[in-house]
């Protein structure tokens, strides 16, 4: 049966406790960033094996069993295939060496260049005046591109040319690379194109390297924009054994124009994904993701807040549950 985690800044809050009464017992950690920047006079970065090792440690004595790293080390030069790239891929190579020492299993990254995801709206008015993100393609008319244009096949041959070099680290330090899609996933944004945005072009990056190293992080809501079976791509994907991590959230509408929803609303047959889920025997980190911000608190880091993370675990575990005892 899959992990009910959550994604937690790396150092203590009081909903790492409030989540583990609701039965959240696993961690997806984000890089300690208090290590960045040149007052950190101890020379270590965010990805070096004394800094992980404090956090996996911090999260332990909490309660808390750290499952995977959200985040990574500066990788725009890597993701575009720019001078540069081979300090970048030191680097996430450390990463992955200093999560095998300290068994954390899985590091999901992503390969959006220059811009990361992107919404037009952080506070669309939704159930009961609750704040939700929002993309319009149409509103990103004006927006200048990057520096430069970046084609498709600039960013495919980078990918191939990290992965050829970071699959054989993983596989030996016991590291899954789980691989996001693009958010949102459309051709391009400002000029950098993207290319994890449909079910084909998973398929040509997993059949690049038969890997247990090579999976994905399936995010139902950016797959449900390029694909309508969310249950099925989980059923394909998961058949491989090549899904390492799951977002569980979702939307409304189209890839150009979409808004996010509460966890009980939104376009996926969610019922059938977490059956899916289930069916196919995933015991990996699974977590919610992207949701609203509700009455009273504070819409500083949108799609973040902690209320709406708490109705989402309950959904997420109700579903849960009926999946099983429909099994019988």
């Known amino acids: 049966m899959f992990r009910l985690t959550e994604y937690f800044d790396p150092w203590?809050?009081?909903?790492?406790?409030?989540l583990q009464q609701v039965g959240v017992d696993g961690a997806i950690s984000k890089l300690d960033r208090r290590f960045d920047g040149e007052w950190n006079n101890s020379g270590d970065t965010p990805w070096s094996y004394p800094v992980l090792h404090d956090m996996k440690r911090r999260y332990e004595?909490?309660?808390?069993?750290?499952?995977?790293?959200?985040?990574?080390?500066?990788?725009?030069?890597?993701?575009?295939?720019?001078?540069?790239r081979e300090q970048e891929l030191e680097w996430v190579l450390e990463l992955i060496r200093n999560m095998g020492k300290l068994e954390i299993p899985m590091l999901c990254y992503n390969w959006m260049g220059?811009?990361?995801w992107v919404r037009t709206e952080i506070d669309r008015p939704s159930r009961g005046g609750a704040w939700v993100t929002a993309f319009?393609?149409?509103?990103?008319?004006?927006?200048p591109t990057w520096a430069g244009t970046v084609p498709a096949e600039q960013m495919w041959a980078a990918w191939e040319w990290f992965m050829d070099r970071a699959v054989p680290v993983a596989e030996q330090a016991g590291v899954r690379l789980a691989l996001h899609p693009d958010d949102p996933p459309i051709g391009e944004v400002r000029g950098v194109s993207r290319i994890f945005n449909s079910i084909?072009?998973?398929?040509?990056?997993?059949?690049?390297?038969?890997s247990e190293a090579n999976a994905i992080c399936l995010c139902q809501?950016?797959?449900?924009?390029?694909?309508?079976?969310?249950a099925g791509a989980i059923r394909h994907f998961g058949s491989k054994g090549r899904i390492a991590f799951a977002h569980f959230r979702d939307v409304d509408g189209t890839a150009m124009d979409f808004v996010e929803t509460f966890h009980d609303e939104g376009k996926t047959d969610k019922v059938a994904a977490m059956q899916a889920w289930i069916d196919i025997g995933f015991d990996g980190p699974i977590r919610p993701d992207h949701v609203p911000t509700l009455h009273g608190e504070s819409n500083d880091d949108p799609a973040y807040a902690w209320l709406g993370r708490l109705h989402a675990a309950g959904y997420l575990q109700g579903l849960r549950a009926a999946a099983m005892h429909g099994r019988g």
């Open 114 to 116: 220059a811009i990361n």
């Open 200 to 210: 084909a072009n998973y398929d040509r990056a997993m059949d690049y390297i038969e």
């Open 221 to 230: 809501g950016n797959f449900a924009l390029f694909h309508d079976d969310i």
């Open 136 to 143: 319009r393609h149409a509103d990103m008319a004006d927006v």
């Open 12 to 18: 203590y809050n009081p909903y790492w406790t409030i």
């Open 61 to 84: 004595r909490h309660g808390l069993e750290l499952l995977g790293i959200e985040d990574y080390p500066p990788m725009d030069h890597l993701r575009m295939g720019l001078d540069g």
